[in-house]
């Protein structure tokens, strides 16, 4: 008996390929590394895009245009494409270039300001973004929600004018350092029967009075993570994000640009290469060829996922349900990185290394938990792919 499947919706769009007109880009780009690489400006490093904050850097990408590359030219950025800007993010992570200044604001808070910010918010924010001058963090986790981002407890009350926010949010990279954050929050009560429903985004400008940063040192004492506390912060009617009780929506959108990109299966790359490097010339048997051309062909296909989502992108679509896919097989892949790295040479990471090898190493080692904990575990992720594809 044959029994005919219902057809399953595409997990990823079409491929896409790159333009020829980022050939010239891309090799601007790599110049520029190796420029700054000669001078010793900085040293390549793991996971860079979280944790490596360098503000002289990101003004330096901003004076060659390479932030804001899809905002506007009216609001102080370059009309350029979702393509061009995944060349230029791609060169960056792949160099182990100190990206985090930028990173959140130009990924995701730049695109949201476009979709969902008033007139005035993009006045406000997206020139400076595109300078390299304001940064922004993430306001979504919170104590005890895990994963679970509906379950948010923070709220904002109405008031004359605005809105009273109380609440806490945590792991909050670079709130220290950043100018503001998205924030969402609940502006109605919950409703069982829908809990997805009274939420909304505030953009929370962190020198408010009110605020509270409180940091949450690794246990090698870096620090990028932090808690941020509301007490009784007022936040003005024009710093609504879109629509009051749209924040679910409007979240959910945002983590197309957040899930989707090269991050997610380049942040172990630098370990990647120095492991090549490290094995280059040796007479490996069949079992560690197997493993690296595993590896490597792994990142191939990860990247032609990514890339076919920043198509979709330029195309103005938000395929939240492939760049769920991308996240999940991505994360796993950098910690596949680190496996392979342990197994394959005999160095020891060592944190207090000045370069090379086994810096990359112990680095990629202490950043691996939050791999797959990071814009969703992957347990949710798997569960939004599956309700994606009507199997749950």
Request: hydrophobic share 40%; proline share 6%; aromatic share 8%.
């Given at each position: 008996?044959?029994?005919?499947?219902?057809?399953?919706?595409?997990?990823?769009?079409?491929?896409?390929?790159?333009?020829?007109?980022?050939?010239?880009?891309?090799?601007?780009?790599?110049?520029?590394?190796?420029?700054?690489?000669?001078?010793?400006?900085?040293?390549?490093?793991?996971?860079?895009?979280?944790?490596?904050?360098?503000?002289?850097?990101?003004?330096?990408?901003?004076?060659?245009?390479?932030?804001?590359?899809?905002?506007?030219?009216?609001?102080?950025?370059?009309?350029?494409?979702?393509?061009?800007?995944?060349?230029?993010?791609?060169?960056?992570?792949?160099?182990?270039?100190?990206?985090?200044?930028?990173?959140?604001?130009?990924?995701?808070?730049?695109?949201?300001?476009?979709?969902?910010?008033?007139?005035?918010?993009?006045?406000?924010?997206?020139?400076?973004?595109?300078?390299?001058?304001?940064?922004?963090?993430?306001?979504?986790?919170?104590?005890?929600?895990?994963?679970?981002?509906?379950?948010?407890?923070?709220?904002?009350?109405?008031?004359?004018?605005?809105?009273?926010?109380?609440?806490?949010?945590?792991?909050?990279?670079?709130?220290?350092?950043?100018?503001?954050?998205?924030?969402?929050?609940?502006?109605?009560?919950?409703d069982d029967s829908n809990r997805h429903a009274g939420l909304s985004q505030l953009i929370v400008e962190l020198d408010s009075p009110g605020v509270t940063i409180r940091p949450?040192?690794?246990?090698?004492?870096?620090?990028?993570?932090?808690?941020?506390?509301?007490?009784?912060?007022?936040?003005?009617?024009?710093?609504?994000?879109?629509?009051?009780?749209?924040?679910?929506?409007?979240?959910?959108?945002?983590?197309?640009?957040?899930?989707?990109?090269?991050?997610?299966?380049?942040?172990?790359?630098?370990?990647?290469?120095?492991?090549?490097?490290?094995?280059?010339?040796?007479?490996?048997?069949?079992?560690?060829?197997?493993?690296?051309?595993?590896?490597?062909?792994?990142?191939?296909?990860?990247?032609?996922?990514?890339?076919?989502?920043?198509?979709?992108?330029?195309?103005?679509?938000?395929?939240?349900?492939?760049?769920?896919?991308?996240?999940?097989?991505?994360?796993?892949?950098?910690?596949?990185?680190?496996?392979?790295?342990?197994?394959l040479v005999s160095i020891p990471p060592d944190s207090g290394a000045e370069d090379g090898y086994a810096r990359l190493l112990a680095e990629a080692v202490l950043h691996a938990?939050?791999?797959?904990?990071?814009?969703?575990?992957?347990?949710?992720?798997?569960?939004?792919?599956?309700?994606?594809?009507?199997?749950?």
């Amino acid at each position: 008996m044959t029994i005919a499947m219902a057809k399953l919706p595409s997990l990823v769009p079409p491929p896409v390929e790159l333009p020829e007109r980022v050939a010239e880009l891309r090799a601007d780009v790599r110049a520029f590394l190796a420029e700054e690489r000669a001078a010793d400006r900085w040293r390549p490093r793991a996971d860079t895009w979280l944790s490596g904050w360098d503000e002289r850097f990101t003004r330096e990408v901003a004076a060659r245009g390479w932030l804001g590359m899809t905002i506007p030219t009216e609001y102080g950025g370059h009309g350029r494409g979702a393509l061009d800007r995944y060349v230029v993010t791609e060169e960056l992570l792949a160099a182990g270039a100190p990206v985090a200044a930028h990173w959140v604001a130009d990924r995701q808070i730049g695109p949201s300001l476009l979709r969902f910010g008033t007139e005035s918010q993009r006045q406000r924010y997206l020139p400076g973004i595109a300078k390299g001058e304001v940064f922004f963090g993430i306001g979504m986790s919170e104590p005890d929600s895990g994963s679970d981002l509906a379950s948010v407890r923070s709220k904002a009350d109405k008031v004359d004018g605005g809105w009273e926010l109380t609440g806490t949010k945590v792991w909050t990279s670079g709130a220290h350092r950043a100018h503001a954050f998205f924030a969402l929050v609940r502006t109605a009560p919950k409703d069982d029967s829908n809990r997805h429903a009274g939420l909304s985004q505030l953009i929370v400008e962190l020198d408010s009075p009110g605020v509270t940063i409180r940091p949450i040192p690794l246990l090698t004492g870096a620090h990028h993570f932090n808690e941020v506390v509301f007490d009784k912060v007022f936040v003005p009617d024009d710093r609504v994000l879109g629509e009051v009780g749209r924040g679910w929506h409007q979240v959910t959108s945002e983590l197309a640009f957040e899930r989707s990109g090269p991050e997610r299966y380049l942040s172990t790359f630098p370990l990647l290469v120095a492991l090549l490097q490290e094995i280059a010339g040796q007479d490996l048997d069949a079992g560690r060829r197997r493993d690296l051309g595993g590896l490597v062909s792994r990142y191939w296909t990860l990247r032609r996922m990514s890339l076919a989502i920043a198509g979709a992108l330029e195309a103005g679509q938000a395929p939240e349900l492939a760049a769920a896919v991308v996240k999940d097989l991505g994360t796993r892949f950098e910690n596949e990185v680190i496996d392979a790295a342990r197994l394959l040479v005999s160095i020891p990471p060592d944190s207090g290394a000045e370069d090379g090898y086994a810096r990359l190493l112990a680095e990629a080692v202490l950043h691996a938990p939050g791999f797959t904990l990071r814009g969703g575990t992957n347990e949710v992720l798997r569960g939004i792919v599956a309700r994606g594809l009507g199997l749950r």
